[in-house]
Each structure stands twice: as C-alpha cells, then as structure tokens.
C-alpha cells in the first residue's frame, strides 16, 4: 500500500478518491482470489466437503449478530472524536464498544457449545461429517468473535479516513488465507485447513492494524478504565437501526443454504456459494464507484430547491454509467457462464452452476439499477425505504420457501435460486418506485416555477 503514496499521480488524489479507488482494488482482488482458490478447494475437497464448511459459516455469519450494529456506529463516532483530536474520546469508544460486544458473543459461543448436537441433527448430515462438524461449530463462534475484534480495528482505521489502508491490509490478509488455506488443505488437513487459515490470516490483519494505529497515529483502542456510559448510549442507540436492518437481510443467503443442505444436498450449496459470489462479485465493481452517490446528493440537499435538478441529474449519469458500463458485461456472463465456468472449473464443472449463475446475473443487473437509488434515498434521509426494500426481498424468500415445504412441494436447487432471483428483483423494483415518486414529489414546485 505504502507504494501507491510514492506515486505522483496517487499522491494528488484526494483522501475520497484514495478509499473509493482501494475499495475497487480489493473487489477485484477478491473476485480474483476466488477464481484462483475454488478450484483448488473442489479439487482436494470435493464439493460436499467444501459445501459443509458453506453450511458451517453460515454459523460465523449468524454469529456476527452479536455485534448489534456497534462496529458501523464506531465509525461515525470515532471520525466525530478523530476530527476533534481528542483521542481519549476514540479510546472510549472503542474500550466501551469492544465491552459491550462481549457479552452476546459469550452467550453465542456458550449457545453453540451446548446445541452443536442439535444443530448436527437439524442439518442432517451424512455420518462421515456429523463428528467434523460437532468440532467445528463451537470453533466457528470463537472464530466469529475474532473477526468482530477485527473489525472493531478495522473501523477505527475507516473512522480516522483511512479506509484505504485499511483495505490493503485486509486484501493482503485475504491472499495470505487462501494460500495458507491451500498449504495446509493439500498437507491433509482438509476442511480444517480452511479454519486455520481464516484464522491465521485475521490474526495478520488484527496485527497490523493495531500496529499502524498505535505506532503511526498513537490511538489506543482498549484501556479497562475507558469505558463510558455516554458512549455506550451513543453505540447502541445508532447501532441498534442498523443491527435491524442487518437482522432482515441475513435471511436471505444463510437461511437458503441451510434449506439446501436440508432439503436438497451439501454438492447444491455449493454451487449456490459460487453462484452468488460470481455475481456479487461483478456487481460490487460498480456499487462501489456508485456510493460516492450519497455524500454528494447529502451536500447538495442543504442547498434546497436549487438541488433537485442536480440530484435528478446524479440519478440519470448513474443510470447511464449502469447502461454503457455494467451491462454489457452483464449481458456477456450471461451469455457466456457453461464456457466460462467450464474454463475455470474444468472437470468440477456442473450445468446447475450455470443455470444458477444466470438467474443471479439477471436479477443483480436489475438490483444494479436499484443502487443509485439507495444512496439517494440515504442521502435525502428516506433510509426507510432502503430498509423496505431489504425487508421485501427477506420475507418474500423465507415466505415462499416455508409455503413450499408446508404444502409438500419438492425444492430443487432451481427453484430456490428462481424464488431468490424474484425477490432482488421485487427489493430493486420497490426501491426505484420509491424514488420516482419521491423524484416527482419534489420536482413539482420546481417545475412550476420554471413553467
């Protein structure tokens, strides 16, 4: 990271665009690294083995509830406290934050520990996993709880403005969890190779963070006697809209993947994980760039009636942006998934990969057009309907999928990735209603005026 400072043209961009730009780095990092290590994995894995570790991370998922949205407030007010150089502040809320996330990551741990069983059970696993899987399912709370700590470094680092170290690090971390991961997986350790190595590389990551804040900034993110009550009002108080809204999404991929292994096979949530993250992947290349949406359209609704034009006029350059830049290579994968996914996953390659990945292709090229929408929603403070929209596309999967198996209707990996695919595209088509009518709304007394 420390090479990109000593180039000119780096140097002369602004703090804003450095983040933007590394947030693009590590997306197309990590959409590289997943090209380089699935095939690796599926080959000395299997698909039901790497499929199991899929169901078993949905539990570091789900566990990640514990953090009750206090990770994303720290970022607002460690920027508040950083802004003010009162660094005392920043330890407070750091040392508060990092208390308060004990306590419901003890009691998940401990919850994880006493129902791995059931747990086991309700997954109903061939014989050859169920002893693998009772080890791993406490572990994955302990790992879950790590990454939290993680990320509570990681956002004090975004809180100062430099979430472009910030990222650097957790890509360099990412490539070394997957060679680590590769090593030990190819010395015979199998799915334990992938546990060791996410641990081993956030430990790295954990590491280094804590060396750039301590040594280059001299912020101290924990002291016992820090913790404040004023700051733990200020955390839960911002966190607890967000720990909500992260509550309604998560149950979506989590809970698809365990109906899967349920009701379909381990070998299905596999493709359903490369199916979802290929195009995930793809969309974050552009959702990144896009989220410079929602600062600007904040500046210019102070300005009252003079920016509604403009906001309108960021609506339609990032539509454009969409049109000229996202689909066409939409529309290629779309195209194009049996050969490249043939190319990549050579003799692991299976037609239902395929078929899933267009559906999801499909529907993330309609949510695309949804994201402009979104940050203008955040931006003009109508986040409500962001939430609406996640809230729609959760309960229409879960919904669905429970209707499905109430009635007897037998689920198919098709069917699940058809009914996910619907509700993206329902959350995007609710977004972009929303916005056009409160699009009009606004624009009617300007239209007046200038008629």
Excluded at 182 to 194: E, R
Excluded at 209 to 226: E, G, W
Excluded at 378 to 388: E, L, T
Excluded at 406 to 418: D, E, F, T
Aim: proline share 2%.
């Amino acid at each position: 990271m420390y090479f990109l400072e000593k180039m000119s043209v780096y140097r002369q961009l602004s703090q804003l665009r450095k983040n933007v730009l590394s947030g693009s780095i590590v997306a197309g990092g990590n959409m590289l690294l997943v090209l380089i290590a699935y095939p690796i994995y599926l080959k000395y894995l299997g698909v039901e083995q790497y499929g199991l570790w899929a169901t078993l991370s949905v539990v570091v998922f789900f566990s990640q509830l514990g953090e009750l949205g206090v990770n994303s407030a720290l970022i607002k007010y460690v920027a508040v406290e950083f802004g003010g150089n009162n660094y005392d502040g920043i330890t407070k809320y750091t040392t508060t934050a990092f208390c308060i996330m004990i306590v419901p990551f003890s009691l998940i741990i401990l919850l994880l520990y006493l129902l791995k069983g059931q747990i086991v059970g309700f997954l109903e696993l061939k014989y050859i996993y169920i002893d693998v899987a009772k080890k791993l399912i406490p572990l994955m709370g302990f790992l879950a709880f790590f990454i939290m700590v993680v990320e509570l470094a990681k956002g004090v680092m975004m809180g100062i403005g430099r979430m472009d170290i910030a990222n650097y690090i957790f890509l360099l971390g990412r490539v070394l969890q997957v060679f680590t991961s590769v090593f030990l997986i190819i010395y015979g350790l199998k799915i334990w190779g992938l546990y060791l190595g996410a641990a081993f590389a956030y430990a790295v990551i954990f590491i280094l963070y804590i060396y750039i804040l301590c040594f280059h900034y001299r912020i101290t993110i924990f002291k016992v006697n820090r913790v404040a009550k004023k700051c733990l009002y200020d955390l839960l108080a911002f966190g607890g809209v967000l720990f909500s809204a992260r509550l309604i999404k998560m149950l979506v991929q989590p809970f698809n993947k365990i109906i899967i292994t349920k009701y379909i096979g381990l070998s299905e949530v596999t493709y359903y994980e490369l199916a979802t993250k290929a195009a995930l992947g793809l969309r974050s290349f552009y959702d990144i760039g896009l989220k410079a949406v929602m600062p600007k359209v904040s500046e210019l609704q102070r300005k009252g009636n003079d920016s509604k034009r403009a906001i309108r006029n960021i609506y339609k350059q990032s539509a454009k942006f969409i049109v000229y830049f996202a689909m066409p290579v939409f529309c290629m994968l779309f195209i194009l998934a049996n050969y490249i996914l043939l190319v990549w996953l050579r003799e692991r390659y299976d037609p239902k990969i395929a078929m899933a990945l267009r559906f999801f292709v499909f529907a993330y090229l309609f949510n695309l057009f949804s994201v402009p929408c979104y940050y203008i929603c955040m931006g003009i403070n109508k986040v409500q309907y962001c939430f609406y929209s996640a809230s729609l596309r959760s309960l229409l999967v879960s919904g669905i999928i429970v209707f499905f198996i109430v009635v007897g209707m037998p689920l198919s990996l098709k069917i699940v990735v058809a009914i996910d695919s619907f509700a993206i595209v329902a959350g995007a088509l609710y977004l972009i209603t929303m916005y056009h009518i409160l699009d009009k709304k606004a624009m009617a007394p300007v239209i007046k005026d200038g008629a």
